[in-house]
Structures are given as structure tokens and as C-alpha cells.
């Protein structure tokens, strides 16, 4: 009879089978360093269910409360009037809590946005979130592609992703982009081509098991003694290091 398990060991054997669950996200903002006030003006957030995207997004602009400096304008096109009329971080900090959920978070550089993104989370009262939360898909690329480049343009045009759309930085459409990036970073599209849940079958192959024996009666050699000596004169005129002098002893 099968070994009885505990209701711990039940559950753990049902958390095991639970699809994995990431979001993919990017930030834009006001400039480089939280500490120098810059803030988060876009958030964009892609659902990934074991690597694949389910069509489920977060995408908020936020109104920074400061002006947005040229430079920053100049990236992402985003301007303080554009900005002016949208909710402040705190105000949709809850909503972006609750679709990320405790998920792994997938980001490209990820202390940049995790400093933006927990610096905006404590100014509003809420909990950083962890840095282990996040896989850096930049220091993936780095080990995967040493001598780069390994931005996210550079990183579609070495996949063959079409960021034809990305005339600026958008942080919806570049987590997106991210999201294939990553599918290559991690193995290509190898983990999905068992297609269980699609299917809901398994297919089970038997090899077939072949014993090779000695054949009973060496077979007749193809060349004849003519093409023996003729090959051995062609040897003769490559020189004394030749290899084949050597092969023909």
C-alpha cells in the first residue's frame, strides 16, 4: 500500500506543483539618484506564469510632485504638465502591492529601479520590498555575454526581438520587451515545449534496444591493389612530415 503522508506533506507536494509566478518590471523617473529627489514618473509590470506571459499588466503614470529635468524628458518624454493630472506614488502604491503579490520581481539593472521603487514605498508608509525579491536581468546578460553590449536594445537586436516601437523608453512596453529578453537569457524557449497544461497528456517513448555484434566475416575492402599503389606514389611527392607517411607506416 503506498506510504501514508502527513496533511505537511500533502501540502508542500501541492505547493511544488503551483505554476511560478514572476513580474517583470521597469520604472521611469525624474532622474538617476532617489537621494537627490528624483522620483518614479511610469511603472509598467508583466505577469509571467512558468516563463510565459498571461496578458496581465500594471501600468500607472505617476505624478512626481517636482519638475522633470530635460534630460530625463529627453528619454522617456514624459513632462511635468503631461504628469501634472495623475495620482501621486502613494495613492496607487496598494494596486501595485497587490499585483506583484510577493511575486519575483524581473528587472533589467534592478538596483536602480529597486532604489526608486523603495525609497517611493517608505516615503508612502508601506514595506520595501526585499532585495532578493529581485533577479537582475543585466547580470544575467554579463555572464551569459561578457564583451556585451547588453542593454535592452542591444540585447533584442542579439535575439531577433522586434523593438521597432521603442523610439523612447516606456516602462509598459519595456518590460514587454524585457519579458522575451529574459525567456532567451534563461535557456530560449526549451522550458515550453513540454506543453503539459496545454495538453494535459504525456507521451511515453520506448527506445528501441539494438545489440550490435561483430559481422562473422570482415567485409572485402573496396580498393584494389592498383589504387593502393597509386595512392602510395601520391604520398610520396607531399614530402618526409607528411602525416600519411606516417598512417602508411
Not at 32 to 56: D, M, Q, W, Y
Not at 114 to 132: C, D, I, Y
Not at 148 to 161: E, F, Q, V
Not at 198 to 206: A, F, G, K, L, P
Amino acid at each position: 500500500m503506498p506510504w501514508p503522508r502527513s496533511s505537511e506533506s500533502w501540502h508542500n507536494c501541492a505547493a511544488e506543483a503551483e505554476p511560478l509566478r514572476e513580474i517583470v518590471l521597469d520604472t521611469e523617473t525624474t532622474g538617476l539618484k532617489p537621494e537627490e529627489g528624483h522620483r518614479i514618473v511610469e511603472i509598467g509590470c508583466v505577469e509571467l506564469l512558468n516563463h510565459v506571459a498571461t496578458g496581465r499588466t500594471f501600468h500607472r503614470f505617476v505624478n512626481p510632485e517636482r519638475d522633470v529635468p530635460s534630460g530625463a524628458f529627453d528619454v522617456h518624454g514624459l513632462s511635468a504638465q503631461f504628469l501634472a493630472d495623475k495620482p501621486v506614488f502613494s495613492a496607487i502604491a496598494d494596486d501595485f502591492l497587490a499585483f506583484v503579490d510577493g511575486a519575483p520581481l524581473v528587472i533589467h539593472n534592478a538596483a536602480f529601479d529597486m532604489a526608486f521603487l523603495n525609497t517611493e514605498l517608505k516615503g508612502s508608509g508601506r514595506p520595501e520590498l526585499p532585495g532578493e525579491q529581485a533577479t537582475d536581468t543585466l547580470h544575467i546578460a554579463r555572464r551569459r555575454h561578457p564583451t556585451g553590449p547588453n542593454s535592452l536594445d542591444a540585447l533584442c537586436r542579439r535575439y531577433g526581438i522586434d523593438n521597432s516601437g521603442r523610439t523612447k523608453h516606456g516602462a509598459l512596453l519595456d518590460a514587454e520587451l524585457l519579458a522575451e529578453v529574459y525567456l532567451e537569457l534563461i535557456g530560449g524557449r526549451q522550458p515550453h515545449l513540454t506543453l503539459v497544461e496545454q495538453h494535459r497528456s504525456t507521451t511515453i517513448v520506448i527506445a528501441e534496444h539494438r545489440v550490435h555484434r561483430a559481422r562473422p566475416r570482415p567485409l572485402e575492402p573496396r580498393l584494389t591493389a592498383a589504387d593502393d599503389l597509386r595512392h602510395r606514389a601520391f604520398v610520396a611527392t607531399l614530402g618526409e612530415k607528411t602525416l600519411w607517411r606516417m598512417v602508411l607506416g
